[in-house]
């Protein structure tokens, strides 16, 4: 063997409907030095069907940070599987600097409504605009028993604290806080809150809008849904 074909391991890693079509968790895969990210996928998704039609719609992260096809993997990397979350999907931003990043709280325990506030910086504020969504009686027609999250904790803060970032640039917003439940989530309780603080209101609300609306396409958060006919990973919504 050359050394060119020297074989290197990876880590991979699914995550939520990802992990179900896959049948594990994470494995260690021993591949070609010289191997892309998009080479490994295919490998990985060959002898598997539902996870082979799934991947095409999945983003990559290698060492917590998204990826794209073309990148090389080098022997100890782990490469995750992120299926598109339950909100909808798009292109990750700049990373964020580490003042953002510290904006945001994933928690596996409850949250109370208005808890972003706490830590909001209002100095200089003439408007606080928040948002919370809580988990719903009702979806699809169906009764809801509760909901379970899962994240990619690494990215996940990561990719809110861009979007935080892009929110306080764009609007001219003085501060905003982002807090995320993680497990489960019984019917009524927080899912997500959400408070800005800017000079005036018309900055807040859009600022406020835009960090809701961006985290439902890009951040790694998925939401598993159980009902009386089972349950289920929600697949993008507006």
Known sequence: MSRGDAPI?????????AADAAGVREETVELTSGTTVGAACA?????RPRLQELIRRCRVARNDDFADDTELLCDGDELCVLPPVSGGAG?????????TASRVVLADR?????EACDELDRDGAGGVVTFTGVARRNN?????????FEAHTGLAV???GRII???????????ARVLHRLGRCAIGEVAVDIAVS???????????????DELKKRAPIWKRETTEDGASWLEPTP
């Open 9 to 17: 391991r990876v880590l991979v890693r699914y995550f939520a409907s």
């Open 158 to 160: 990561k990719e809110l």
């Open 140 to 148: 699809r027609g169906q009764k809801v028993h509760h909901l379970d």
């Open 110 to 114: 409850h949250i109370r409504i208005g």
């Open 43 to 47: 490998q990985v998704s060959a002898q």
């Open 198 to 212: 800017g000079a005036h209101r018309a900055e807040a609300f859009a600022g406020c809008q835009y960090v809701i």
């Open 165 to 175: 970032a892009e929110a306080i640039e764009r609007f001219g917003l003085i501060d």
């Open 91 to 99: 292109a990750p931003a700049a990373s964020p600097t580490r003042q």
